[in-house]
């Protein structure tokens, strides 16, 4: 190595053990505890309640633009089995959404973890659609005729961040018989669903999880433990950060052409990984950015979510096929008319 990035290298390493000391990582540790406590306390003591399907569709008919935001595995679809086969036939997703927008005053976003390729290629015989690609990285704008990815990551950073993650995550994978490492465009996977011992999958999970966090903190990346797996991602980039540009961009076309603004928002969501976007759209609804906003996880678990759908992904597509209802009821204006 030459000898100007080693001193770059050791300076780095003795301001981390200048300033976080052992002193410090104790007293954060112990902030972060109570802080934890209280929230988790607080959600207990008042339970998340159901999804009002008759307040929604009242609010719903009520709007004149309404956007939705909505995850695909877990959410829209039932996550897949161990082996990678559906667990439903996908056909009735495609057919709620494309009812939804026959509505020309709905414009609807699918978000995932999913690449740009593959998620284009699943909602292909959706047109107009909005995606939002590997958890908020790449967005394909919703009526965009040229179906052109915006990519908010930079190449370098991403492939300076992976090399390292990648020796961590070869660690562990040799200490987990049968997981794997998956790699995506801004994200890596530390897979072990095919594991048989799970007590040691979760074990090692958190131990991969603390290790990348820890020993990568300072290039802008978080590691978060998820249903089998351990997902590595960027902190710049997040479904709420992809969600603000959707929603900002809608905010200038229609000031441009004078038609109303988003007066409905709907998040629907499945996991810790939603949860950053049901803050950004909670926070949108207490400064009154938008006059209806529902934030709902889809499944029974402590959630930052306003409302609760327990029936799982069919609830949630019985709600969107109720709303496409109102919206052949009402015949709407089109505002989308160029």
Same mark, same amino acid.
């Given at each position: 190595?030459?000898?100007?990035?080693?001193?770059?290298?050791?300076?780095?390493?003795h301001?981390?053990?200048?300033?976080?000391?052992g002193?410090k990582?104790?007293?954060k540790?112990s902030?972060?505890?109570d802080?934890?406590?209280?929230?988790?306390?607080?959600?207990d003591?008042?339970s998340?309640?159901?999804?009002?399907v008759?307040?929604?569709?009242?609010k719903?008919?009520?709007?004149?633009r309404?956007?939705?935001?909505?995850?695909?595995?877990?959410?829209?679809?039932?996550?897949?089995?161990?082996?990678?086969?559906p667990?439903?036939s996908p056909?009735r997703?495609?057919?709620?959404?494309?009812?939804?927008?026959?509505?020309?005053?709905?414009?609807v976003?699918?978000?995932?973890?999913?690449?740009?390729?593959? =998620?284009?290629? !699943?909602?292909?015989? %959706?047109?107009?659609? $909005?995606?939002?690609?590997?958890?908020?990285?790449? #967005?394909r704008?919703?009526?965009?005729?040229?179906?052109?990815?915006i990519?908010f990551?930079s190449?370098?950073?991403?492939?300076?961040?992976?090399?390292?993650?990648?020796?961590?995550l070869?660690?562990?994978?040799?200490?987990?018989?049968?997981?794997?490492?998956?790699?995506?465009?801004?994200?890596m996977?530390?897979?072990?669903?095919?594991?048989?011992?799970?007590?040691?999958?979760?074990?090692?999970?958190?131990?991969?999880?603390?290790h990348?966090?820890?020993?990568?903190?300072?290039?802008?990346?978080r590691?978060v433990?998820?249903?089998?797996?351990?997902?590595?991602?960027t902190?710049?980039?997040?479904?709420?950060k992809?969600?603000?540009?959707? =929603?900002?961009? !809608?905010?200038?076309? %229609?000031q441009?052409? $004078?038609?109303?603004?988003?007066?409905f928002?709907? #998040?629907?969501?499945?996991?810790?990984?939603?949860?950053?976007?049901?803050?950004?759209?909670?926070?949108l609804?207490?400064?009154?950015?938008?006059a209806s906003?529902?934030?709902?996880s889809?499944?029974?678990?402590?959630t930052?979510?306003?409302?609760?759908?327990?029936?799982?992904?069919?609830?949630l597509?019985?709600?969107?096929?109720?709303?496409a209802?109102?919206?052949?009821?009402?015949?709407?204006?089109?505002?989308f008319?160029n």
């Amino acid at each position: 190595m030459p000898a100007e990035n080693k001193e770059i290298r050791w300076r780095n390493l003795h301001k981390i053990v200048s300033e976080q000391t052992g002193g410090k990582w104790a007293q954060k540790l112990s902030s972060d505890l109570d802080r934890v406590y209280d929230e988790r306390g607080l959600r207990d003591a008042a339970s998340v309640p159901r999804l009002s399907v008759p307040q929604v569709s009242e609010k719903y008919r009520a709007s004149s633009r309404r956007v939705f935001i909505l995850d695909y595995e877990g959410t829209l679809a039932p996550h897949r089995t161990s082996s990678g086969i559906p667990l439903s036939s996908p056909q009735r997703v495609l057919d709620a959404l494309n009812e939804l927008l026959t509505d020309p005053q709905n414009i609807v976003y699918v978000m995932s973890g999913r690449k740009p390729e593959a =998620l284009a290629s !699943h909602f292909r015989t %959706v047109p107009n659609v $909005g995606l939002i690609a590997e958890n908020g990285c790449f #967005v394909r704008e919703f009526g965009d005729e040229t179906k052109e990815w915006i990519e908010f990551a930079s190449r370098e950073k991403m492939s300076e961040w992976k090399e390292a993650v990648h020796g961590i995550l070869k660690y562990y994978q040799e200490r987990l018989e049968n997981s794997f490492i998956e790699e995506r465009n801004c994200s890596m996977f530390f897979r072990f669903n095919r594991v048989d011992d799970k007590d040691a999958a979760t074990r090692t999970a958190g131990e991969c999880s603390d290790h990348i966090n820890g020993a990568c903190n300072e290039m802008g990346i978080r590691a978060v433990p998820i249903p089998n797996a351990v997902l590595i991602e960027t902190v710049d980039q997040s479904k709420a950060k992809a969600a603000e540009l959707v =929603l900002n961009r !809608h905010r200038d076309a %229609v000031q441009a052409d $004078g038609s109303a603004l988003a007066d409905f928002l709907m #998040v629907a969501g499945d996991d810790r990984e939603d949860e950053i976007i049901f803050r950004w759209a909670n926070d949108l609804a207490k400064s009154e950015a938008i006059a209806s906003v529902f934030t709902v996880s889809v499944g029974k678990r402590n959630t930052e979510a306003c409302a609760t759908l327990t029936q799982g992904t069919t609830g949630l597509l019985s709600v969107l096929g109720r709303l496409a209802k109102i919206s052949g009821e009402n015949a709407p204006v089109d505002y989308f008319n160029n």
